[in-house]
């Protein structure tokens, strides 16, 4: 098999995940496009590098170190909120804000995602869009799987107030 065709059968089949991750990093279907593009042609040029393993986990490692190397070249690059890593949260099947995301109305999860910090907003979206493991989200954004807990517990709490009219949300 060529590696062309080897490509698009291990690579291609990825490209909606890459996407939606790239969508959320950017904020922008335009800048999102841009950062996939930029992604794939990596990938594929340095395809050969690709010793086996998950290919989705490898390509949006990719799409995610296309886009903070793209926005450190801009020099109106956004400002990022610093968070306390001691804090981290248990299983997703009792959680009560795991709950709430699932409950949610879509539109008003979207606009408070949005408003969440990209670290968080990062983590929210490999685990709640893309169904990651806490191991491949470790891997995708090179952190330690503790690291990806507490961020995690915090991205929900922040995600609860954001969606809680009452917690001084804007929902």
Same mark, same amino acid.
């Given at each position: 098999?060529?590696?062309?065709?080897? #490509?698009?059968?291990? /690579?291609?089949?990825?490209? *909606?995940?890459?996407?939606?991750? $790239?969508?959320? =990093?950017?904020?922008? @279907? !335009?800048?999102?496009?841009?950062?996939?593009?930029?992604?794939?042609?990596?990938?594929?040029?340095?395809?050969?590098?690709?010793?086996?393993?998950?290919?989705?986990?490898?390509?949006?490692?990719?799409?995610?170190?296309?886009?903070?190397?793209?926005?450190?070249?801009?020099?109106?690059?956004?400002?990022?909120?610093? #968070?306390?890593?001691? /804090?981290?949260?248990?299983? *997703?099947?009792?959680?009560?804000? $795991?709950?709430? =995301?699932?409950?949610? @109305? !879509?539109?008003?999860?979207?606009?408070?995602?949005?408003?969440?910090?990209?670290?968080?907003?990062?983590?929210?979206?490999?685990?709640?869009?893309?169904?990651?493991?806490?191991?491949?989200?470790?891997?995708?954004?090179?952190?330690?799987?503790?690291?990806?807990?507490?961020?995690?517990?915090?991205?929900?709490?922040?995600?609860?107030?954001?969606?809680?009219?009452?917690?001084?949300?804007?929902?």
């Amino acid at each position: 098999m060529g590696t062309a065709a080897a #490509f698009e059968g291990e /690579v291609m089949r990825h490209l *909606d995940a890459a996407y939606n991750l $790239a969508r959320w =990093l950017t904020r922008n @279907d !335009a800048d999102a496009e841009d950062v996939v593009q930029e992604a794939m042609l990596r990938a594929f040029r340095f395809f050969g590098g690709f010793r086996g393993g998950d290919a989705r986990v490898w390509l949006l490692t990719i799409v995610r170190n296309t886009f903070y190397t793209q926005r450190a070249q801009t020099p109106a690059a956004g400002a990022v909120d610093e #968070f306390d890593e001691a /804090v981290h949260g248990g299983t *997703d099947d009792d959680d009560p804000q $795991a709950m709430l =995301l699932r409950a949610v @109305d !879509a539109q008003d999860l979207r606009a408070a995602l949005e408003r969440l910090p990209s670290e968080f907003r990062e983590v929210l979206v490999l685990r709640e869009l893309e169904e990651c493991s806490y191991k491949e989200i470790a891997s995708i954004m090179n952190l330690k799987i503790g690291t990806v807990m507490s961020r995690l517990a915090r991205a929900r709490a922040r995600l609860e107030c954001e969606l809680t009219p009452a917690a001084g949300g804007q929902a």
